[in-house]
């Protein structure tokens, strides 16, 4: 199957500082990617779509000056999490969808710790 | 009525049993089918696709689709240890746009 890339897998930061997550397709052109986050035991909650060359689509309560998403190329998405909280703290994964494929294929995750 | 209900389980099985997963869902234009495999800490990992309804198989994993009954299973063959994960369902359709629609997820323990 086709490989998204994510990184980086673990990251820890001071509470007020940024964090940036990168989500890369490495074999395949992604028109589309997904941010999701993931609490313990729970399962995936959407929080944002974003189609390349164009602004995200965030899900209600998310807040889009927090978490932002840039999908500037066919392979590359990042979400920035700014001024980042402790309860900020969670699993984010990225997918991507390759043009008008059905399939989704999901990066390995960033578990972000802020303390 | 959410779009897609599964049931979250826990399921713990021994080793070598046949692990029946299953979801239902609400939206009869769905036609595309996924199953998913987490391990904790990882992002899901795509083990069936299926398009419309029928059978689909794959070594040990078989899914079946009965749009019908709104019903999909994956079946788990000879299960293992390293089985043992959350199985997420999900589903699209044309029409729904970028939507893709998931399961809870089912947790699995296969016990050696």
């Known amino acids: 199957g086709a490989v998204v890339s994510q990184h980086p897998s673990w990251v820890i930061c001071k509470s007020g500082t940024s964090v940036k997550i990168e989500c890369r397709s490495l074999?395949?052109?992604?028109?589309?990617m997904f941010w999701y986050r993931q609490f313990p035991k729970q399962s995936l909650m959407l929080m944002a779509t974003?189609?390349?060359?164009?602004?995200?689509?965030?899900e209600q309560g998310v807040e889009k000056d927090k978490f932002l998403i840039n999908h500037a190329s066919l392979t590359l998405s990042t979400l920035t999490v700014t001024s980042a909280h402790p309860e900020d703290s969670s699993f984010y994964i990225c997918?991507?969808?390759?043009?008008?494929?059905?399939?989704?294929?999901f990066g390995s995750g960033t578990q972000l710790s802020v303390l | 009525q959410k779009e897609v209900e599964q049931d979250p389980g826990p399921l713990s099985v021994p080793e070598g049993a046949i692990v029946s997963l299953n979801c239902t869902y609400s939206?009869?234009?769905?036609?595309?089918f996924m199953w998913y495999r987490q391990y904790s800490r990882k992002g899901p990992e795509l083990l069936m696709y299926?398009?419309?309804?029928g059978n689909k198989e794959d070594g040990r994993f078989t899914a079946q689709v009965d749009k019908s009954s709104k019903y999909i299973s994956l079946f788990i063959r000879d299960s293992q240890p390293s089985d043992s994960a959350t199985y997420l369902c999900?589903?699209?359709?044309?029409?729904?746009?970028?939507?893709?629609?998931f399961g809870t997820g089912t947790s699995l323990t296969v016990i050696p």
């Open positions: 974003s189609n390349e060359g164009s602004k995200a689509t965030y």
């Open positions: 997918s991507a969808r390759e043009g008008d494929n059905e399939k989704l294929f």
């Open positions: 939206n009869s234009a769905f036609q595309y």
């Open positions: 074999d395949f052109q992604a028109t589309t």
């Open positions: 999900a589903m699209s359709s044309w029409n729904t746009g970028n939507q893709f629609y």
């Open positions: 299926t398009y419309s309804s």
